[in-house]
């Protein structure tokens, strides 16, 4: 690999690659705030409320990424909704991620105990104070290394978006590749990126994790 | 004045209170004394709102209490016998927080209001403190403290002495008759003698969800041969 080679090909690759920060941030921040309204909406008492996660859950984690991505990209255009390439992959991406987000936010919750809510229940706090005041800060503390695994997950499943022709850290790759024909240099670089964002995010969620550990034995 | 008139409450067919009927005057204690699982702490929790009775009435002042009301309106506290504080605010957030969201107090207030508990119950130096730092005794101040906050007219404690080393007895059973001489009504659920011997109370024996036997400590300590059961589970033959 040529220092000339990597100059030349690496300003595109970074060009995709903030395609693929663009992709996965914004699919996180959809699939946080999905995930975390499903999440409570499973752990209700409401048994419909329950049955309508469980089938969303069921869908999205039961059927491969690679096809909720194109059928995502053929399904919005035939209902009258006419989006760009990327917004139709973040929506995607974002709603996989919510279903897998949902059961993580799920099990935080769970990890509350029962007499947190009965203490806050005693003291007056209406349900929805509980939630903002007692259940959602101690369940995001618990499930916030999980989340920022799924930020990982995302980072990379955002390649998948060059299934609909987003030109992405991959596709900008594979388009080098079908240029030069020099593909073992390419995909080491593309590598090298992936491993920098994701080793970007873990050591994130290291601080974050020892924060925690910090505030709790503070 | 607390009166209890016909409570009942069953889990499935499992009858825990069977026609409850006690009261308790402004400044006294009643003291629910009894095995595990004879229904002691299910009605406080009745009282607290936490459960919700099959039948029966709760009348404070002469008016029928709406137990879903008479949290939000902070008429009855409670301690509970892990305590329960909020683990993820500090201790002083955890007296401040039903204070601003649900009593509508100014954060000056709050904290005013809390900084006084905090000094009456020896806690602050700890303030800022996460609640992992309090030893079990400090734990149970502040979950005290964080109840009486609020100025509930009545005080449930359940089983308060059970998580605590046998010498913080005396501290919280002098703590307990220090508020009821304060004027709040105070309900105990105990199966510690030694905690019941500490008080001036009425102790109430509960067997299967029923009350078997009353009498004020001072009349089981005269007469102890006139309450055979009382008298029995006191000295640890029940």
Not at chain 2, 3 to 8: D, F, H, Q, Y
Not at chain 2, 135 to 142: E, H, V, Y
Not at chain 2, 170 to 196: C, F, K, M, P, W
């Amino acid at each position: 690999m040529s220092i000339a080679f990597i100059q030349q090909t690496l300003p595109l690759l970074l060009r995709g690659t903030s395609i693929t920060l663009q992709i996965a941030l914004c699919s996180s921040l959809i699939g946080f705030i999905l995930g975390t309204i499903l999440g409570f909406l499973h752990s209700s008492s409401s048994k419909i409320a329950q049955f309508f996660v469980t089938v969303y859950v069921t869908l999205f984690r039961g059927t491969p990424m690679i096809i909720q991505i194109p059928f995502f990209y053929y399904l919005l255009p035939s209902i009258g909704i006419e989006l760009s390439l990327i917004t139709t992959a973040i929506i995607a991406i974002g709603l996989n991620s919510g279903a897998y987000i949902s059961q993580t936010i799920r099990s935080g919750i769970a990890s509350v105990g029962k007499g947190q809510r009965e203490a806050a229940k005693v003291l007056g706090l209406s349900p929805w104070q509980t939630i903002r005041f007692i259940v959602f800060p101690q369940a995001i503390r618990i499930v916030i290394p999980a989340l920022l695994n799924e930020m990982i997950t995302l980072i990379k499943d955002s390649s998948l978006a060059s299934t609909i022709g987003v030109v992405e850290l991959f596709k900008e790759g594979t388009i080098i590749i079908s240029r030069t024909y020099n593909a073992i240099p390419v995909y080491c670089l593309i590598a090298l990126i992936y491993l920098t964002l994701t080793g970007i995010v873990s050591i994130f969620a290291h601080y974050i994790q020892s924060r925690i550990n910090r505030h709790v034995n503070h | 004045m607390l009166t209890i008139k016909n409570l009942s409450k069953k889990f499935q067919n499992k009858i825990v209170l069977n026609e409850i009927n006690l009261s308790v005057a402004k400044g006294e204690i009643a003291v629910l004394l009894g095995q595990s699982g004879v229904g002691k702490s299910t009605l406080l929790r009745v009282l607290s709102d936490l459960e919700t009775p099959d039948s029966g009435q709760i009348i404070l002042n002469g008016k029928v209490l709406n137990l879903n009301t008479a949290n939000q309106d902070h008429l009855v506290g409670m301690i509970f016998q892990h305590f329960n504080l909020f683990e993820h605010l500090t201790v002083e957030q955890n007296i401040t927080l039903a204070l601003t969201e649900v009593a509508h107090k100014t954060k000056v207030e709050a904290k005013k209001i809390a900084q006084t508990l905090l000094k009456q119950y020896g806690l602050d130096t700890f303030a800022n403190a996460s609640i992992n730092k309090l030893s079990g005794g400090q734990k149970q101040r502040l979950a005290i403290a964080r109840t009486l906050a609020l100025n509930p007219q009545i005080l449930c404690a359940d089983e308060p002495t059970s998580a605590l080393d046998p010498l913080l007895t005396n501290y919280v059973a002098q703590t307990l008759q220090e508020l009821a001489r304060q004027g709040l009504i105070v309900l105990i659920a105990s199966h510690d003698v030694a905690l019941v011997n500490a008080l001036d109370c009425t102790i109430y024996l509960m067997q299967q969800g029923s009350i078997v036997e009353a009498t004020t400590s001072k009349k089981l300590r005269e007469h102890p041969e006139n309450y055979p059961q009382l008298n029995a589970f006191m000295q640890g033959k029940n």
